[in-house]
């Protein structure tokens, strides 16, 4: 980005290295504090001797309405999921929407049922919103902008920057459904077995996470766009410390692993809406699994690999052979618009 | 998976390491000469677990890598005029050419779209009447037949409006100028299983018996790498040179008789350069008559391109199995996935690509 004719390029917004430079470079860089500077998936603010979370996302997914979901529920709970990685508890949404000319009023209303259903199950309410409406041509039917804000009614230290070296590395069930679901979606892909997307709000198993763990749990991230390897490249990063997972332990869907095969795609960089990352303490990381597997959303959860001492902080993954090779962050774009 | 754990199984990998330690007595060097199969050996630490005396070396079976940076600046120059929409497979659209790639000309405003097949392409030329719809036809003998055919089927429904910008490349001449050039250390090829499928066996059965080189046609997944690296070690230790089809559940010597026969109704055979290797005659193709309207370098007039490549890059080097990517000074430096030099960089199935992603601050201790 350093010429002064780049322009902005569908990778710039894929969740990976791309990404992660144009928000250092441009935003971050810009508008300089604390809480932004951790880029943890929510900004931790201290007001009146209480933490609170605060974040914002937006959803262009396309196509809007998808096997396991649609962009309201999605935009729901990703937003849930973001400041349920710092374990507090939800208090409020809002929602903006950006609409194009010519979109069908009932597909409106379908979507705003789904937002609606989506919070009630995570027990939060859309307090205030807004609307704006673009010619036909100019927007891809529905854009949905929703903003958080959660309490954060304990005292442990939980943050991308927590991880310590012996840390169990958890992922609470099965890897790459939302993008495989997505890309299925678009492309009608004939698979044999449906994927439905995982989308889902995750603020409940948390809950239980942290009561099993307590303040074992060193930190949780929604490993959404670039997949479990770029969540766990930017916590490698953000911690100073390696991680080494194993190819064996990764729980994957048939459908998913077979899909992913056809297509040339990893699961690995693809995203996930219903899963969450957790880093715990050695000592607690079984009584964590049992917990997140007592969970509706966490029926398939699995200990993946560990926080190691790695001055370069790596992430690598042994192979079903024996080797260990690097996982890298992924490069550019795997798929647009999947969120 | 069905079909596919059969030839990942840990304990069947072990059994065939164990022949193969038990067989090899001095050093090989072995080319792989399917990209494919280079991400597949790194990917899964192959090259890890092999005894110290075999040397696996990395081919120019790449056709991304391999496509001249005349065709990726005619390309771009096609995209860029606001009548066409381009279209070719996700990595093209990364590739360097002489100043940017297609995915720059993109977001400069060109009608740019991945597909995943010729008949995608065809389908979107029906579609926009109004439109030149260009494909970008790159790949080897695996991918021509497809493009064969949706260049008879424009034919046969007369679309005026589907053009292909061919730049296919045949595998047997490259593994000949390989083996005919001096500085061959290559023993032993394990041949592309895919590739075969379509070719059959008679060109690489002239050619080991010609330069006395082993040759095994090999599949894509571990245990199918392995069992080629055991075939080519056998045959060496052995004194043997013959081809050795170790991929039988898929490839028959024939192969594919109605493919071969579309390819030669549609493509004649041409001098083609290679990209980082120069010109290798005869191994690449062009639209022969009557197929020769639906050619976009002609069609669009982009035959002289002035095109320069990157001084630094050592990509032709890798391609021919004579470097490895982290012997190149800009390699993970000036040169990395987002700012590639070289297409070896870029493609799913480039050396560069492969190090840089699996192994690279392992192997070059360095970055």
Redesign the interface.
């Known amino acids: 980005m350093s010429s002064e004719r780049a322009?902005?390029?569908?990778?710039h917004g894929s969740g990976g290295?791309?990404s992660r430079d144009l928000i250092a470079e441009v935003f971050v860089k810009a508008f300089d504090n604390a809480p932004l500077n951790r880029q943890d998936d929510s900004a931790v603010l201290e007001l009146y001797g209480r933490r609170f979370a605060f974040t914002t996302d937006s959803y262009v997914v396309d196509p809007i309405f998808f096997p396991g979901g649609d962009i309201g529920d999605l935009a729901v709970n990703g937003t849930i999921n973001d400041l349920s990685t710092t374990g507090g508890t939800p208090i409020a949404l809002s929602a903006g929407f950006i609409i194009e000319e010519g979109f069908l009023l009932d597909d409106l209303r379908r979507v705003v049922d789904s937002m609606k259903r989506a919070a009630a199950e995570a027990g939060v309410q859309i307090v205030t919103g807004d609307t704006k409406v673009v010619e036909r041509g100019k927007g891809d039917k529905l854009f949905v902008n929703t903003s958080g804000l959660a309490l954060i009614d304990h005292d442990h230290q939980i943050s991308c920057a927590n991880l310590k070296t012996g840390d169990s590395v958890i992922i609470t069930g099965s890897l790459a459904d939302h993008g495989v679901a997505i890309l299925a979606a678009r492309?009608d892909l004939p698979l044999q077995t449906p994927v439905p997307s995982d989308t889902a709000p995750l603020n409940g198993l948390v809950r239980e996470i942290l009561a099993a763990g307590g303040e074992a749990v060193h930190a949780m991230r929604d490993p959404t766009r670039g997949g479990v390897a770029a969540a766990l490249n930017e916590m490698a990063r953000s911690s100073r410390v390696g991680i080494a997972i194993e190819e064996a332990l990764l729980p994957i869907k048939?459908p998913v692993?077979?899909a992913c095969?056809i297509l040339?795609l990893d699961p690995l960089y693809l995203a996930n809406e219903g899963k969450m990352l957790v880093f715990v303490g050695r000592e607690r990381a079984e009584q964590v699994l049992e917990a997140a597997r007592g969970h509706r959303y966490g029926r398939e959860a699995a200990i993946i690999g560990e926080v190691v001492e790695d001055p370069?902080n790596?992430v690598s993954i042994g192979?079903?052979?024996?080797?260990?090779?690097?996982l890298?962050m992924p490069?550019?774009l795997q798929l647009p618009r999947i969120c | 998976m069905k079909y596919l754990d059969e030839y990942r199984d840990p304990e069947l990998a072990a059994r065939l390491l164990k022949s193969i330690r038990e067989t090899v007595t001095r050093p090989c060097v072995i080319m792989e000469i399917c990209g494919g199969q280079t991400h597949s050996i790194l990917r899964n630490g192959i090259d890890k677990v092999l005894p110290p005396e075999i040397e696996l070396v990395h081919g120019p079976g790449c056709p991304v890598c391999v496509t001249p940076i005349e065709i990726i600046d005619q390309a771009i120059a096609i995209a860029s005029r606001p009548s066409v929409i381009l279209t070719s497979f996700g990595d093209m659209l990364r590739v360097p050419g002489t100043s940017g790639d297609l995915l720059t000309a993109r977001s400069r405003g060109a009608d740019v779209r991945i597909v995943y097949s010729p008949l995608d392409a065809l389908t979107m030329a029906r579609g926009n009447p109004d439109r030149q719809v260009v494909f970008l036809a790159v790949g080897f003998e695996t991918t021509t037949p497809h493009t064969a055919m949706a260049a008879r089927q424009a034919a046969r429904e007369g679309l005026n409006n589907f053009f292909l910008l061919v730049a296919h490349v045949m595998v047997p001449p490259v593994i000949e100028f390989l083996l005919s050039a001096p500085s061959n250390r290559v023993q032993a090829y394990l041949l592309a299983g895919h590739v075969c499928t379509v070719t059959g066996l008679g060109d690489y059965e002239r050619i080991a018996a010609r330069y006395r080189v082993p040759m095994v046609v090999t599949g894509f997944e571990p245990l199918d790498i392995l069992a080629g690296v055991l075939g080519a070690v056998s045959q060496l230790e052995r004194g043997e040179a013959c081809v050795d089809n170790r991929y039988a559940r898929v490839v028959e010597a024939g192969g594919n008789v109605s493919a071969k026969a579309m390819v030669a109704e549609v493509y004649e055979t041409v001098d083609r350069r290679w990209r980082g290797i120069g010109m290798i005659p005869a191994s690449g193709l062009r639209l022969r008559e009557p197929y020769r309207r639906f050619d976009a370098a002609d069609v669009f007039r982009v035959n002289e391109m002035g095109s320069a490549e990157s001084s630094v890059c050592i990509s032709g080097l890798v391609l021919q199995g004579l470097k490895k990517p982290f012997e190149c000074p800009a390699f993970g430096r000036e040169c990395t996935p987002r700012t590639p030099l070289g297409a070896t960089m870029v493609s799913s199935e480039g050396a560069c690509a492969a190090y840089y992603a699996y192994h690279r601050r392992l192997e070059a201790g360095r970055i």
């Open positions: 322009r902005i390029q569908l990778a290295g791309m492309e048939p692993s077979g095969e040339g370069k790596l192979t079903r052979l024996g080797a260990r090779r690097i890298d490069v550019g």
